[in-house]
Antibody
Framework: EVQLVESGGGLVKPGGSLRLSCAASGFTFSSYSMDWVRQAPGKGLEWVSSISSTTTYIYYADSVKGRFTISRDNAKNSLYLQMNSLRAEDTAVYYC??????????????WGQGTLVTVSS | QSVLTQPPSVSAAPGQKVTISCSGSSSNIGKNYVSWYQQLPGTAPKLLIYDNNERPSGIPDRFSGSKSGTSATLGITGLQTGDEADYYCGTWDSSLSAGVFGTGTKVTVL
């Protein structure tokens, strides 16, 4: 069974840093691109970042470019999101999502349960 | 600010049909495949449709997708109370080199 479990969320002050982790199991992690998607309280989904299976391709939303860094450790079946210079508008539930295996086109077939990041003084 | 525009809400009686539109541009929907997600209250999103109109295993054929030009549509027939949720379209934007989601649509079963 595919499982994605996020951790590392919490309360942080503006300008602070936080590192999110996503532990993957039930599939060959090293074969899949992975993404982070966030959802501010009461708002819609916002794509954050993507990393290919071998880290060759990495993309970021303009809203986080230069502040967030996505990475992965295929030996540990883990995905990470290092978030620096955090702002109030970064407050959201952060989901880890697997790029779908149904086709090579953009879609996510598995999602974690999410971890809440709150940026507030 | 979402790049893809959806109606904020749609509603219908049980057993009826609803359609949700998703409007984009030539750099996203016009050039790439669209996927759709259902988010029940308090849960993570769930894939409903990929590649514009394909259903993953386990998704009933009451859910359908289509795409024309720079717009996509999700259809739900035989509406059930369990379909009350938020629905999002999404695709890749080739100009932004970024993923983009729709603004989201809340489906209410009257």
């Amino acid at each position: 069974e595919v499982q994605l479990v996020e951790s590392g969320g919490g309360l942080v002050k503006p300008g602070g840093s936080l590192r999110l982790s996503c532990a993957a199991s039930g599939f060959t992690f090293s074969s899949y691109s992975m993404d982070w998607v966030r959802q501010a309280p009461g708002k819609g989904l916002e794509w954050v970042s993507s990393i290919s299976s071998t880290t060759t391709y990495i993309y970021y939303a303009d809203s986080v470019k230069g502040r967030f860094t996505i990475s992965r450790d295929n030996a540990k079946n883990s995905l990470y999101l290092q978030m620096n210079s955090l702002r109030a508008e970064d407050t959201a539930v952060y989901y880890c999502a697997r790029d779908g295996e149904y086709s090579s086109n953009w879609h996510f077939d598995y999602w974690g349960q999410g971890t809440l990041v709150t940026v507030s003084s | 600010q979402s790049v893809l525009t959806q109606p904020p809400s749609v509603s219908a009686a049980p057993g009826q049909k609803v359609t949700i539109s998703c409007s984009g541009s030539s750099s996203n929907i016009g050039k790439n495949y669209v996927s759709w997600y259902q988010q029940l209250p308090g849960t993570a999103p769930k894939l409903l449709i990929y590649d514009n109109n394909e259903r993953p295993s386990g998704i009933p054929d009451r859910f359908s997708g289509s795409k024309s030009g720079t717009s996509a549509t999700l259809g739900i027939t035989g509406l059930q109370t369990g379909d009350e949720a938020d629905y999002y379209c999404g695709t890749w934007d080739s100009s932004l080199s970024a993923g983009v989601f729709g603004t989201g649509t809340k489906v209410t079963v009257l």
